[in-house]
């Protein structure tokens, strides 16, 4: 039989933790102040800057390891995640460029880069909600050049062009959609509705912005007089655009459009009463 080596005497063996605590302690005293030091020296948006870039570059990588993750939920959460993270990329660019002391003294330049970058991020992950993204920015992008940032919205006081551009460059994103569908995703498969989301945002800015030029014309001011030839056309030009996406939804056999289509055509004919009786 074995013996059994004798217990050590003077006390535990354990050790203190004092000097542990210390260490944490003075670490997290010197990271402090290195934080600190940075903001003395650059400012908080180069802290923003940082924070927002690494956050989007690790939503990229860890949304589009979830995305390629084969059948089920993954690739879905992967694909909100890579959404998200071209939201924060975007929020980078403001970021930059305030700690830069705004080199790009208009919104019009970040709302362009943002733009540029979400379809890069849009094609490059296959993913068609950066893709959507990317449509609601372009269209920002012409409201705020047209004179007023929230003129994409229906309802909302843009500018004397917003809803014009808006309108001009609506067919243009359906055209992209018959380019995506007839030539692009023969080149290349993955790009699932993207053909989708062009013929839908160009459709349906399309419509919004005519149907607020029926209202109010190219004017700054939303409320005006309406007895105008221009409001007439901007009539005739919101019953054609309404007939043309019911057209559209009967050729692609998409009840979607034939709904929204319809919808329109309602408000376009509700509208035109409620002018003759106010």
């Given at each position: 039989m074995?013996?059994?080596?004798p217990?050590?005497?003077?006390?535990?063996?354990?050790?203190?933790?004092?000097?542990?605590?210390i260490?944490?302690?003075?670490?997290?005293?010197?990271?402090?102040?290195?934080?600190?030091?940075?903001?003395?020296?650059?400012?908080?948006?180069?802290?923003?800057?940082?924070?927002?870039?690494?956050?989007?570059?690790?939503?990229?990588?860890?949304?589009?390891?979830?995305?390629?993750?084969?059948?089920?939920?993954?690739?879905?959460?992967?694909?909100?995640?890579?959404?998200?993270?071209?939201?924060?990329?975007?929020?980078?660019?403001?970021?930059?460029?305030?700690?830069?002391?705004?080199?790009?003294?208009?919104?019009?330049?970040?709302l362009?880069?943002?733009?540029?970058?979400?379809?890069?991020?849009?094609?490059?992950?296959?993913?068609?909600?950066?893709?959507?993204?990317?449509?609601?920015s372009?269209?920002?992008?012409?409201?705020?050049?047209?004179?007023?940032?929230?003129?994409w919205?229906?309802?909302?006081?843009?500018?004397?062009?917003?809803?014009?551009?808006?309108?001009?460059?609506?067919?243009?994103?359906?055209?992209?959609?018959?380019?995506?569908?007839?030539?692009?995703?023969?080149?290349?498969?993955?790009?699932?509705?993207?053909?989708?989301?062009?013929?839908?945002?160009?459709?349906?800015?399309?419509?919004?912005?005519?149907?607020?030029?029926?209202?109010?014309?190219?004017?700054?001011?939303?409320?005006?007089?309406?007895?105008?030839?221009?409001?007439?056309?901007?009539?005739?030009?919101?019953?054609?655009?309404?007939?043309?996406?019911?057209?559209?939804?009967?050729?692609k056999?998409?009840?979607?459009?034939?709904?929204?289509?319809?919808?329109?055509?309602?408000?376009?004919?509700?509208?035109?009463?409620?002018?003759?009786?106010?």
């Amino acid at each position: 039989m074995t013996k059994k080596a004798p217990a050590k005497k003077g006390g535990t063996s354990r050790k203190d933790p004092t000097a542990q605590y210390i260490i944490i302690l003075g670490g997290v005293v010197v990271a402090l102040g290195l934080v600190s030091l940075v903001l003395d020296l650059f400012g908080r948006w180069f802290f923003t800057s940082i924070i927002l870039t690494v956050l989007a570059l690790g939503g990229i990588i860890w949304g589009n390891r979830l995305y390629d993750d084969g059948d089920g939920p993954s690739p879905v959460f992967g694909g909100v995640v890579i959404f998200i993270a071209a939201i924060l990329f975007g929020l980078d660019i403001v970021s930059i460029n305030k700690m830069f002391g705004e080199p790009l003294p208009s919104v019009s330049y970040i709302l362009f880069i943002a733009t540029a970058l979400y379809f890069v991020l849009a094609y490059f992950f296959a993913n068609h909600l950066v893709l959507i993204l990317a449509v609601i920015s372009f269209f920002a992008y012409l409201a705020y050049i047209g004179g007023g940032f929230w003129g994409w919205l229906p309802f909302v006081r843009g500018g004397v062009n917003s809803h014009t551009y808006i309108a001009l460059a609506s067919p243009l994103v359906i055209l992209a959609g018959f380019i995506q569908e007839k030539f692009i995703n023969a080149l290349k498969k993955g790009f699932d509705y993207f053909e989708r989301v062009y013929y839908f945002m160009g459709f349906l800015f399309l419509n919004t912005s005519l149907w607020m030029l029926s209202l109010f014309g190219r004017d700054l001011e939303l409320f005006r007089s309406r007895d105008t030839m221009e409001l007439i056309l901007f009539t005739g030009l919101f019953f054609l655009a309404n007939i043309a996406t019911i057209v559209f939804g009967g050729i692609k056999k998409d009840r979607s459009f034939v709904t929204f289509g319809a919808i329109f055509l309602t408000l376009n004919i509700l509208t035109r009463f409620t002018d003759l009786f106010f």
